[in-house]
């Protein structure tokens, strides 16, 4: 029977198909329900309030399906909504500001870290307070990067006008001499490449991708849904976006590599308080 659970996974847009792509690599038997807020994207320059509104209602959405797992890929939701879902479902609930904040800690050298996020990340000071957790004596310097989002979303991350936003957001950053630099939005490392380019290959970009992927094998192995066996055929992966499924499956299919089965639902009643 666990073989027919699914993981789930939950953010505000297209970003988590950043969490998705690995969790498909490291986990390849496993079958996928993804979904993306689009409609209500962006998050971070939203109220505690409406996060909350809006997490739950996908979570609602989610947990009438069979669940092995569920990951908050957003981490402005994990920020905001982590605790009060791994006590709401009876299943691994896993985030990716802790995943990411462990991969900074192993990747830094010289102990500034730098972290980049959407405005509610970032005022939530979640990512310093678990880097600091980790490693005490680390030198933290947040930005928040309202803009990049967007860019993602409507499908501009290789246009010449993300070059000139990602260029004059990071300015702040250049200059502070940090070795390592945490995407702290699922959306970021879409715009990786224009991020490496205008901080240098001297920093290590850091996605919790990976690390959030590792995390949710290690928790179903241990865990009472034991991973699925391998499949006769690949597992059917759904996708499900609150916004336009057309330009979601365009994004989709090019950052997967591969053929994405897309509805689009809406899930303002989903969620009751």
């Not at 792509?21 to 971070?44: H, S, T, W």
């Not at 709401?88 to 995943?99: K, N, S, T």
């Not at 490449?193 to 290959?201: R, S």
């Amino acid at each position: 029977m666990s073989r027919e659970r699914a993981i789930a996974v939950i953010d505000s847009g297209v970003g988590g198909l950043t969490v998705a792509k690995e969790v498909m690599r490291q986990l390849p038997e496993e079958r996928i329900i993804y979904v993306g807020d689009n409609a209500r994207c962006p998050y971070g320059s939203k109220s505690p309030e409406e996060i909350r509104e809006y997490s739950f209602q996908m979570i609602d959405f989610v947990k009438n399906t069979p669940l092995k797992a569920l990951v908050i890929a957003c981490n402005t939701a994990t920020a905001v909504v982590l605790e009060e879902a791994k006590a709401y479902l009876p299943l691994p609930v896993i985030g990716v500001i802790e995943p990411g904040a462990r991969a900074a800690v192993a990747a830094t050298r010289t102990g500034h870290v730098g972290v980049i996020g959407t405005e509610m990340t970032i005022r939530t000071k979640a990512y310093e307070r678990e880097l600091l957790r980790v490693q005490p004596n680390l030198t933290v310097s947040g930005l928040a990067c309202p803009a990049f989002v967007p860019l993602v979303e409507n499908h501009m991350a290789d246009s010449e006008e993300a070059r000139r936003v990602v260029r004059d957001t990071l300015a702040p950053l250049v200059s502070q001499e940090l070795d390592t630099l945490i995407l702290g939005c699922t959306h970021y490392p879409l715009l990786a490449p224009l991020i490496q380019e205008v901080m240098g290959e001297k920093v290590t970009l850091i996605s919790s991708a990976e690390e959030t992927a590792r995390e949710l094998a290690q928790r179903i192995a241990a865990g009472e849904h034991a991973p699925a066996a391998a499949p006769f055929a690949a597992p059917q992966h759904l996708f499900v976006t609150s916004g336009d499924a057309d330009r979601f499956r365009s994004i989709a299919e090019e950052w997967l590599n591969c053929e994405v089965r897309v509805q689009q639902h809406t899930l303002e009643t989903s969620f009751q308080s």
